[in-house]
Every structure is written in structure tokens, then in C-alpha cells.
């Protein structure tokens, strides 16, 4: 069974500061990982995926994720916070079974961006 | 390209009332989620269609839940009867493929509050 554990579940930054959440899995075999945003009152939006292939994952409104095998992390990064990124955001794990592929989140981390 | 559509957005019941979920999946998409989010939690998987057949329903109460996909398309989730723990957002999600690789994209979800 895999597991996601998010450390931190509210983080506040100055605009224009750097972004750093983490986000550390467990899985007995090799994992996919994701981060996904939830903005108030909608559903998850994906930020970025790892499956196989480059460690370092970009993805969109400049956010980029490094997967660690060694450390079983996939922190989440921006160099720049913006306002507009104060959100909720999950990391997930998902590992491919028989029975199909689950994704398995992490609680959430909630960003507030200050002005 | 049209998202995941869910209806209701909000419902509000009384406990031991029933209570049902509509979701329409991305067309195309041949595989169906139904995730309940917990306040300040993360999205937890309910059940996995695969076209109209249950692929996962591990995690799904099946004492007061029950979830169907007529035709491979449109899913409907029943609450009966509801509890109060059972006050959550519901989020629908569909995937082209049913691989852990694959991104789930996500509905708006349903807030529902049983009082």
C-alpha cells in the first residue's frame, strides 16, 4: 500500500518569495507522483507529474517538483510566489495494481500568500 | 474540450434522508472515480469504473453507498441513508486510460451538509 505525507499543513510566504512544500511518499514499488491545486470551490487541478524519466518536473504557473528516490520526497517549489497561488495544494501517489491504479493524496497543504 | 460536469454543486439534507450525485465524465473517457473530501482532508477514493464495470470499490460503505455508471458514461452516487459524517464534497474525476501514469482531471465537486 502506498501513503503521502504532507509536512505542514498551512505555509505562508511574502509575494514574490520563494515556495517550498513537502511532500514525502511511501510505496513498495516504483511510484507515480502528482501535485494537484484546489482554488476555493472547485475541483483539483494537476500542477505537474512525475511517472518515469527526468527527476526534475515542471509543470504550470512556474511551479517544478524534484523526485528523490533516495529521500521518497517530491517537494513542490516556485521561486516567485505570486497572490493568485494562495490555494490548497495535494500531492499524491498513484501505483498501477490489478485492480486498477489508485490515487492516494496527502492531506494538503494550505498557501497564503502575504502582500 | 468540455470538463467534468457534477451536479449538485451544494445539498443540504437531514440525516436518515437519501441523497444522489450526478457526474458526467469527460467524453472519451472510459475511466470514473468518486472521491469524498472531508473538511481538511485529503480527496479519498470511493470507487473506480472501468466503461460500467466496478474496477475498486474497497473503500466504499457499502451499507449506505452505492454507485452505478450506466452505459459507460453517466455515474450516479446515493447516500441512503445519510449520516452526519457523511458531510463532505464529493469530486468526481475521469481518465482516458485507467494506468497509474494517467492524470485524473476533476469536477467542482458537491458540498454536501447533512444536518
Known amino acids: 500500500a502506498q501513503s503521502v505525507t504532507q509536512l505542514g499543513s498551512h505555509v505562508s510566504v511574502s509575494e514574490g518569495a520563494l515556495v517550498l512544500l513537502r511532500c514525502n511518499y511511501s510505496?513498495?514499488?516504483?511510484?507515480?507522483l502528482f501535485w494537484y491545486v484546489q482554488y476555493p470551490n472547485q475541483g483539483l487541478q494537476l500542477l505537474l507529474k512525475?511517472?518515469?524519466?527526468?527527476?526534475l518536473v515542471k509543470g504550470i504557473n512556474g511551479f517544478e517538483a524534484e523526485f528523490k528516490k533516495s529521500e521518497t520526497s517530491f517537494h513542490l517549489t516556485k521561486p516567485s510566489a505570486h497572490m493568485s497561488d494562495a490555494a490548497e495544494y495535494f500531492c499524491?501517489?498513484?501505483?498501477?495494481?490489478?485492480?486498477?491504479?489508485?490515487?492516494?493524496f496527502g492531506e494538503g497543504t494550505q498557501l497564503t500568500v502575504n502582500p | 474540450e468540455a470538463g467534468v460536469a457534477q451536479s449538485p454543486r451544494y445539498k443540504i439534507i437531514e440525516k436518515r434522508q437519501s441523497v444522489a450525485f450526478w457526474c458526467n465524465p469527460i467524453?472519451?473517457?472510459?475511466?470514473l472515480y468518486w472521491y469524498q473530501q472531508i473538511l481538511g482532508q485529503g480527496p479519498k477514493l470511493l470507487i473506480q469504473?472501468?466503461?460500467?464495470?466496478?474496477?475498486?470499490d474497497s473503500q466504499l460503505p457499502k451499507d449506505r453507498f452505492s454507485a452505478e455508471r450506466l452505459k459507460g458514461v453517466d455515474s450516479t452516487l446515493k447516500i441512503q441513508p445519510a449520516k452526519l459524517e457523511d458531510s463532505a464534497v464529493y469530486l468526481c474525476?475521469?481518465?482516458?486510460?485507467?494506468?497509474?501514469?494517467?492524470?485524473?482531471?476533476f469536477g467542482p465537486g458537491t458540498r454536501l451538509t447533512v444536518l
Open positions: 474525476a475521469s481518465s482516458s486510460l485507467a494506468g497509474g501514469r494517467n492524470e485524473q482531471f
Open positions: 469504473f472501468q466503461n460500467n464495470g466496478v474496477v475498486d
Open positions: 512525475y511517472t518515469t524519466g527526468a527527476t
Open positions: 499524491a501517489v498513484s501505483v498501477f495494481e490489478t485492480s486498477g491504479s489508485r490515487l492516494t
Open positions: 510505496s513498495s514499488v516504483p511510484p507515480y
Open positions: 467524453s472519451g473517457h472510459a475511466t
